[in-house]
């Protein structure tokens, strides 16, 4: 069974940065391509960050591109969103998704996380 699992969310003033992880199991982690996909209140899901399965090509949406980078460690099956100067458009749930589908984007047929929830306000 695919098991994503979130965390490092939180509550950061504007400006600030955070870090989330993902904890992936059930699967062949490092044989795929992953993403982060988040939804803010009352919107639909945007997608935001992915990397390919060994890591050494990374792809962002304009809305994150330069603030935001994305990370995995294949031996820890573990994903990772370095966020920073975050601001208040940034606050939603953000989630980790498997990328089987091209180019990046967001597909019915992907895996999703529970999501965590990241909250920028001052």
């Known amino acids: 069974e695919v098991q994503l699992v979130e965390s490092g969310g939180g509550w950061v003033q504007p400006g600030g940065s955070l870090t989330l992880s993902c904890a992936a199991s059930g699967f062949a982690f490092g044989s795929y391509d992953m993403s982060w996909v988040r939804q803010a209140p009352g919107q639909g899901p945007e997608w935001i960050s992915g990397?390919?399965?060994?890591?050494?090509?990374?792809a962002y949406a304009d809305s994150v591109k330069g603030r935001f980078t994305i990370s995995r460690d294949n031996n820890k099956n573990t994903l990772h969103l370095q966020m920073g100067s975050l601001n208040s458009d940034d606050t939603a749930v953000y989630y980790c998704t498997t990328q089987f589908g091209t180019p990046w984007g967001i597909y019915e047929y992907d895996f999703w996380g529970h999501g965590t929830q990241v909250t920028v306000s001052s």
């Open positions: 990397i390919n399965s060994r890591g050494d090509s990374t």
